[in-house]
């Protein structure tokens, strides 16, 4: 991975510690990590599953990273729920995380 996406990556982390500082609740994880793909590459969202599943360790519901790859696979046909989205959005909009798409020319 590149040094620009390595920064990228750990900008991200960072954004999320932000927007959950006393961790991630195991309903957002799917609809989070769906909002990140959209920037992301397979690859930094395994890294990313794998750093909440470890941050996660130490709150009362622990999750591994398998449990979270698990649900996330078992929804990708399954659209987050407007709720969830809001939520997730607004988390994320808080901890300085770029919702709006690059305009296309």
Known sequence: MGELRSNFLTRTVEWLRAGYPSGVPRQDYVALL???????????IHKIAQDLADESQRTADPISTTDIEAMINDAVLQPASAED?????????????????????
């Open 34 to 44: 769906g909002l990140l793909r959209r920037k992301l590459t397979d690859t930094e």
């Open 85 to 105: 989205v809001a939520r997730v959005s607004a988390r994320l909009a808080a901890g300085g995380w770029p919702l709006a798409d690059p305009p296309t020319d």
